[in-house]
């Protein structure tokens, strides 16, 4: 504290920390707590908050657990968002290790920069793209009934299948660049070396370019699985009432339902399912936070 | 077995491999691009009906797209205003704590990035009605800066990483003041990462979806309108409107790695700047 | 041009958390005096010079400049221009706004500040400079940009933290000269920081020869050298050779010391008395090949000669194993001596030193 005075003047110090407040507690932790206590107080008519009524509950959570729909699309969200990450991640990791390692720089380049440019497309457009692709009457059933494998047009739309490859397409490349960018401070001199002692290409992977990559992986990892559980474009825009998204739920008892509170209940578990996940991605890959959040 | 077919197998493999990927990554967009100048009715490429571009011309009368365009404009520049002071300040801050303080604070101010856009707008929403303030443009901005701001800060920060701490000392020893400082020596050293980071908080901004959907009240955004038409206004129109998305975004790319790229000359790798809809983006560390 | 002030340092103590970098240092440096502080990295130079320059306050102790105590006056405040041992210049300014700084802080006008630092400029040699960017400059270009942006806001004393160890030897002598004539021409009270001991031999008024945070001996170049306070510096400036052993003789100035080598003589550096432990330093040119000296008589067998020109050290071996190392004059004649099977090493009395058993200087 001192040190900041000394470096910085009075007025400047007290100016940064003022502003660091505002962000740290007027937009994050406020709202977030705000939000939490609404979740444990029951939904009332205006002129009853405050009231004797207004008193914490479970109530907006246990009837989550009560409610057989709710549970499992809860659970399917969860279950499902993993599928997302474990597949984006199956495809992503050869890519990053050819671009960091299996390619000269120039290409690498190339085809970051080819990377690059879907990357910064609206994820809405990404979306929409595989709508067209898989709608009745889009490319996929036109080609197979023009081939003549079916005569009957193939229902993808509203499919959980078919969100989790819209998911998967939506973020593989949240995937890609942190491992790119482990990688690519992996020592070439590493990976010669055991092919030199004669270890196999999986060997190599498995003992020297997978552990290494750990970091990216986590980075990865946590990332997808943020986006495809919080996701809500991809789920309305690919899904359907049978493929209904935890988001959605939580969308519709804000603005359709009009039950603000279970709405907060639903964001607060919805929350804690990502920290869960962060807390074991990171004990599972052994990285700190200040690795995972660079 | 023989060594050499076994690795001609391998190559063969990756190339393959590297195809499907990229024609994974492109073929969709191109696909659908193509379809906003099919004269069909229906937003498809198949059947090819002619080629048009009716659809371009029903965005120019479509006022509904005019006037979120200009709500993005307004929320963006919200977003600029406060993220780019907010993290400034914090990477300064940050720069000064004692390790364990800082470890702390910079978890706290990162954890934005690592929660998913829904939570943000639900709790600023929920927070802001306790003040009678309900869904706007204001909000938006609001609840936007909340995780913008983290990646701003993440930018300074990696430019204060390497600030020589003896620039400020000689600046002190020949007489500065502190605010004399900040005005000479650090604001200058900091400039071009400010611009960097005003435009990735730009970017972050107009894309946001997730976030905004929330709080934004009756002042669509451009992104929420875009959504809106892809769920229900089905169009050819819609698909009109994503190709000028997909060229802005590309041109807006190409531009910021290329000036980037032309700062960091003698960094020989390109690590991508990212700035996407989804927020657990990685940023460059610089 | 201004005129230097004088430095106290009384009863300085630095320390940071549990390590102290200053112990107890009192000190008083004259006005106008070139000061060296000489000493091995981490000897708690730099962190003396932090608290003359106002970067840190000390623990306990104070600091006065002038007179003046300086206490609570930060770096800004005080009549100081600390020379940065990485320079420190300022990258994205020209170097005459990098020698105007200061004088634009103390809001001289634009053209006023301009035609300052060309004069500036001029007087260390950059006359043309003045709108070339930092990083155009050689490291010898620089060094000077460094010395004219202090000497700007006309400091009364000059603080430099090691500024020549970035260039190469020959500009570094160079630059002593430099450094020494400016010093001359203005008056300013130099307090130079560095490991080098010839930079603080040939420059310095005074040097204060430290270690492990204290001052090990505070003396004049030549004083340092021939009359070393303490083993260390005895060690760490010059070369030395050393014999160690136990007090078994006193007269009035000289002291007898029984070592594995036989008995030497020697002047008490160091208030030895009957029986103490002592160490004995002669230097490499004071010894010679010769069978008189009646300070001592080594027998030892000659392991390397290296012909320097002018002079030849001779390196040798006792028959105790150490090593012994002779510097002499090249009078053409010492074809022989490598051919003797053994070489006699000797020493006058008053060539020598004895000081109380201390701590060495690890080179």
Request: hydrophobic content about 50%.
């Amino acid at each position: 504290m001192q040190a900041l005075v000394a470096r910085y003047g009075g007025p400047i110090t007290a100016l940064m920390i003022f502003t660091s407040l505002v962000w740290v507690l007027g937009l994050l932790l406020l709202p977030q707590l705000t939000m939490i206590d609404y979740s444990f107080r029951p939904a009332l008519p205006l002129a009853e908050i405050g009231g004797p009524k207004d008193v914490y509950t479970l109530e907006n959570y246990t009837f989550l657990f009560g409610n057989a729909g709710f549970l499992t699309i809860f659970a399917k969200t969860i279950w499902s968002s993993i599928l997302v990450t474990i597949a984006a991640f199956a495809i992503c990791y050869p890519l990053a290790y050819y671009l960091a390692r299996g390619t000269s720089i120039g290409r690498a380049r190339l085809l970051i920069v080819a990377l690059i440019i879907p990357y910064w497309i609206n994820e809405i457009l990404r979306t929409f793209a595989w709508m067209l692709i898989l709608a009745r009457g889009g490319l996929i059933n036109m080609a197979l009934m023009e081939l003549g494998v079916i005569d009957q047009p193939i229902v993808f739309l509203g499919q959980t299948p078919t969100i989790v490859l819209g998911m998967v397409y939506a973020y593989v490349l949240f995937m890609v660049f942190p491992i790119y960018n482990v990688l690519d401070t992996l020592d070439k001199a590493q990976v010669e070396a055991a092919r030199d002692l004669g270890a196999p290409w999986w060997c190599i992977h498995w003992r020297i370019a997978l552990p290494h990559a750990k970091p990216g992986i986590a980075v990865g990892c946590i990332s997808t699985f943020m986006l495809a559980a919080g996701s809500y474009a991809v789920p309305t825009i690919l899904g359907g009432p049978q493929s209904r998204w935890f988001t959605e739920v939580i969308y519709s008892q804000f603005f359709e339902g009009m039950n603000w509170n279970r709405g907060a209940a639903f964001a607060f578990l919805l929350l804690l399912v990502c920290v869960t996940f962060i807390v074991i991605m990171m004990r599972l890959f052994r990285v700190s936070l200040g690795e995972v959040a660079k | 077995m023989n060594r050499l077919s076994s690795r001609v197998i391998l190559r063969s493999f990756i190339l393959l491999y590297l195809v499907a990927f990229f024609a994974y990554l492109f073929l969709p967009l191109l696909y659908m691009s193509a379809a906003a100048f099919n004269q069909s009715r229906f937003p498809a490429t198949v059947p090819w009906q002619g080629f048009t571009l009716e659809w371009f011309d029903a965005l120019l009368n479509d006022s509904m797209l005019w006037s979120s365009l200009g709500n993005s404009l307004l929320v963006g520049a919200g977003v600029v205003a406060l993220s780019v002071p907010i993290g400034l300040n914090a990477a300064l801050l940050l720069h000064l704590l004692q390790k364990r303080v800082r470890t702390l604070a910079y978890g706290v101010m990162v954890s934005p990035i690592l929660m998913p856009g829904v939570i943000l707008g639900i709790s600023t929403l929920v927070f802001w009605r306790g003040f009678d303030v309900g869904g706007g443009w204001h909000l938006a901005v609001l609840a936007q800066t909340t995780f913008i701001a983290s990646y701003c800060m993440m930018m300074f920060q990696a430019r204060l990483q390497r600030l020589d701490p003896t620039w400020e000392e000689a600046a002190l020893d020949l007489g500065a003041s502190h605010f004399q400082v900040m005005r000479r020596i650090m604001l200058p050293f900091l400039a071009p990462t400010a611009i960097g980071a005003a435009v990735i908080a730009f970017l972050q901004s107009f894309e946001n979806y997730n976030t905004t959907l929330f709080v934004y009240g009756s002042d669509r955004t451009l992104t929420i309108y875009l959504a809106g038409k892809v769920r229900v206004g089905l169009t050819p129109a819609v698909n009109a409107l994503s190709v000028i998305f997909i060229l802005l975004t590309v041109a807006a790319a190409v531009l910021f790695e290329w000036r980037r790229r032309a700062e960091a000359r003698p960094a020989a790798r390109p690590v991508p700047a990212k700035a996407s809809l989804g927020r657990a983006a990685p940023v460059p560390a610089e | 041009m201004s005129i230097g002030e004088s430095v106290h340092l009384e009863n300085v103590t630095m320390r940071f958390g549990d390590f102290t970098a200053v112990d107890d240092v009192s000190l008083e440096i004259e006005a106008g005096e070139f000061f060296s502080f000489l000493g091995p990295s981490g000897c708690g130079k730099t962190t003396i010079l932090r608290m003359i320059s106002g970067f840190n306050e000390p623990s306990a102790g104070r600091v006065l400049i002038g007179g003046r105590d300086m206490r609570g006056s930060g770096p800004n405040r005080r009549p100081t221009a600390l020379i940065f041992q990485n320079l420190a210049l300022f990258p994205l300014m020209p170097v005459w706004e990098n020698v105007a700084f200061g004088l634009e802080m103390r809001g001289m006008a634009r053209s006023a500040r301009r035609r300052r630092a060309e004069e500036l400029l001029d007087l260390v040699a950059l006359g043309n400079a003045g709108d070339k960017r930092v990083a155009d400059l050689s490291g010898g270009q620089r060094q000077r940009v460094a010395i004219a942006r202090a000497l700007a806001v006309e400091p009364k004393v000059m603080l430099l933290d090691e500024p020549l160890s970035a260039l190469d030897l020959k500009l570094r002598q160079h630059m002593r000269a430099e450094l020494r004539a400016i010093q001359k021409r203005t008056g300013v009270t130099f307090i130079y920081i560095t490991h080098d001991q010839g930079e603080a031999l040939t420059m310095s008024d005074r040097i204060a020869v430290m270690s492990r945070g204290r001052l090990e001996q505070v003396a004049r170049p030549d004083a340092v050298y021939n009359e070393p306070a303490t083993p260390f510096a005895a060690s760490f400036v010059g070369e030395a050779n050393i014999f160690q052993g136990r007090v078994v003789g006193l007269s009035a100035e000289e002291v007898e010391i029984e070592t594995d080598l036989g008995r030497m003589r020697a002047r008490n550096g160091g208030d030895l008395r009957q029986g103490d432990r002592a160490m004995l330093f002669v230097r490499p040119e004071r010894s010679s090949i010769a069978l008189g000296g009646d300070g001592g008589r080594i027998e030892a067998e000659l392991v390397e000669m290296e012909f320097e020109g002018s002079f030849i050290n001779l390196r040798l071996r006792a028959p105790n194993r150490q090593p012994i190392m002779v510097q002499m004059a090249n009078d053409g004649g010492l074809g022989e001596m490598a051919r003797m099977a053994s070489v006699p090493v000797s020493f006058a009395a008053r060539a020598a030193i004895a000081l109380p058993e201390g701590e060495l200087a690890h080179q």
